[in-house]
């Protein structure tokens, strides 16, 4: 499972496509419809990986992109979930969170990091919450 999870961050196209973005997004260019594509073409890579978290998270994230034309999902709790009928408490910000897409991103940088596959989890029900 794991040399499966390194495809991605060995796969040089996910990592130019990611990098691209945060590179927009640390000029302040936050074009919707550019950065939709580029998630799509990552989604389309990430697909031969087999791991759903993160095919579901870019799903969400462009889908939360295109229908809200903003980034609203803040950046998960540091806290760890004890139980699994604790309530989920979403992170929701008023304006685009820049910051927190741009967190999203680093996180499909390196899977192997059980918190970065947790925090996409705590992503993807922030999406299906919002």
Request: proline share 2%; aromatic share 8%; no cysteine.
């Amino acid at each position: 499972m794991h040399s499966i999870l390194l495809r991605i961050m060995e796969n040089k196209q996910a990592l130019k496509l990611i990098e691209k973005i945060q590179k927009e997004l640390f000029k302040d260019n936050f074009e919707i419809s550019e950065i939709v594509t580029d998630l799509k073409k990552l989604r389309e890579i990430t697909l031969e990986l087999n791991n759903p978290v993160v095919t579901k998270a870019l799903r969400l994230a462009y889908e939360h992109l295109e229908n809200n034309n903003g980034f609203f999902i803040g950046i998960p709790d540091d806290e760890p979930i004890d139980s699994k009928d604790t309530e989920l408490e979403v992170k929701i910000s008023d304006e685009n969170n820049v910051e927190s897409f741009n967190y999203f991103l680093s996180l499909l940088t390196d899977l192997e990091k059980k918190n970065n596959v947790l925090d996409l989890k705590e992503y993807n029900k922030a999406f299906l919450a919002y």
